[in-house]
């Protein structure tokens, strides 16, 4: 046997290996053919992508939220008056801190 007989024996065993494959994951998955396994490969592809941004999106608000799960902000957010009525109080509020700081220093 040559070299190229033996290269084109293995490249069909190969062949072989990978259609016995490929039928093992259509019944596995339940697929008619190869054009719906694809399909569905493409699907769990775009999923694992979108999982992937989702988890990296919660691992954000974990950081920016003081160690907080999803949940528990959401549940913080809930707790939250009126996000408009917020700046009025913030105003009020520093308005609070400045005259007690100038009576604090008016006290000394």
Same mark, same amino acid.
């Given at each position: ?10 490249? &069909? ?12 994951? #259509? #019944? &596995? ?7 719906? #396994? ?9 999923? +694992? ?39 009025? +109080? ?9 005259? #007690? &700081? ?7």
């Amino acid at each position: 046997m040559t070299r190229i007989e033996a290269s084109m024996e293995h490249t &069909q065993s190969e062949l072989r290996e990978c259609e016995s494959e490929i039928q093992e994951y #259509l #019944l &596995q998955y339940n697929c008619a053919d190869a054009e719906s #396994l694809r399909t569905l490969v493409d699907r769990s592809i775009a999923f +694992k992508k979108i999982d992937a941004n989702r988890q990296e999106q919660e691992r954000i608000l974990r950081q920016t939220g003081d160690g907080l799960s999803v949940a528990e902000l959401e549940a913080e957010f809930t707790e939250v008056d009126d996000v408009d009525v917020l700046p009025g +109080k913030l105003s009020v509020l520093t308005s609070d801190i400045e005259d #007690l &700081q100038s009576r604090s220093e008016r006290d000394r």
